[in-house]
């Protein structure tokens, strides 16, 4: 019993010593998840399948949302290293080839951001009741945009990203439903009809990294 209570007293140290130091971090290479984009003018994206390959440099996302009156929906598979991005349309087996300028930048707290509040999502009362996560700020002069990040102070997955880009507005994405690894490493793989003469090969729009690749 005593044992145990010192165990637990210097467990409750090293977790104090560590929420007391917040440091700059990078995700886990390998992310699945959920995530929704609330976009300027009340616009929303919801990313139903969001799958990120940081060594291969890789992202697939399936989303579905509204842009006015009309429904969108979005199955788009963005392969850095090729500089290619694909949009897949299964209801009529097509694909779109579009060219992908657009530097892979990985899911991270970037070097010069300014940590700002460590804080608890939840509650503090028991435990598992709340969720420790570290608030960072800066500025992104390649995209012209400022932001504040929330990231999880343990895994340093991500929780909520806001960027303010200039000319644009505010995008804020919500994370959840994470899950570090990825089940099925296919998704990375474009359809077999994307090699086919459904294929329909277009020059694209110019995306300065990963975030307004995305967008």
Request: glycine letters at 6%; proline letters at 5%.
């Given at each position: 019993?005593?044992?145990?209570?010192?165990?637990?007293?210097?467990?409750?140290?090293?977790?104090?010593?560590?929420?007391?130091?917040?440091?700059?971090?990078?995700?886990?290479?390998?992310?699945?998840?959920?995530?929704?984009?609330?976009?300027?003018?009340?616009?929303?994206?919801?990313?139903?399948?969001?799958?990120?390959?940081?060594?291969?440099?890789?992202?697939r996302?399936?989303?579905?949302?509204?842009?006015?009156?009309?429904?969108?929906?979005?199955?788009?598979?963005?392969?850095?290293?090729?500089?290619?991005?694909?949009?897949?349309?299964?209801?009529?087996?097509?694909?779109?080839?579009?060219?992908?300028?657009?530097?892979?930048?990985?899911?991270?707290?970037?070097?010069?951001?300014?940590?700002?509040?460590?804080?608890?999502?939840?509650?503090?009362?028991?435990?598992?009741?709340?969720?420790?996560?570290?608030?960072?700020?800066?500025?992104?002069?390649?995209i012209?945009?400022n932001?504040?990040?929330?990231?999880?102070?343990?895994?340093?997955?991500?929780v909520?990203?806001?960027?303010?880009?200039?000319?644009?507005g505010?995008?804020?994405?919500?994370f959840?439903?994470?899950?570090?690894?990825?089940?099925?490493?296919?998704?990375?793989?474009p359809?077999?009809?994307?090699?086919?003469?459904?294929?329909?090969?277009?020059?694209?729009?110019?995306?300065t990294?990963?975030?307004?690749?995305?967008?």
């Amino acid at each position: 019993m005593q044992t145990s209570l010192v165990l637990t007293i210097i467990l409750s140290l090293l977790l104090g010593a560590f929420a007391q130091k917040p440091h700059h971090c990078k995700s886990p290479p390998y992310l699945q998840g959920k995530l929704a984009v609330d976009f300027p003018e009340g616009k929303t994206m919801v990313y139903e399948q969001f799958s990120y390959d940081a060594l291969e440099q890789r992202i697939r996302v399936v989303a579905a949302g509204k842009e006015g009156e009309h429904d969108v929906f979005m199955d788009r598979l963005l392969l850095f290293r090729e500089k290619v991005y694909y949009d897949i349309i299964y209801h009529n087996k097509t694909c779109v080839k579009n060219y992908l300028d657009a530097a892979f930048v990985p899911i991270a707290i970037p070097s010069d951001a300014k940590h700002r509040a460590q804080v608890v999502l939840g509650s503090l009362s028991a435990p598992a009741e709340g969720l420790l996560v570290n608030n960072w700020v800066g500025s992104d002069a390649e995209i012209k945009a400022n932001y504040s990040l929330t990231f999880t102070e343990f895994g340093c997955i991500p929780v909520v990203t806001v960027y303010h880009i200039d000319g644009m507005g505010h995008f804020l994405s919500s994370f959840f439903d994470m899950v570090v690894g990825i089940d099925d490493p296919a998704v990375f793989i474009p359809p077999a009809f994307c090699f086919s003469k459904n294929l329909v090969e277009s020059k694209g729009g110019k995306a300065t990294n990963h975030f307004t690749a995305l967008l």
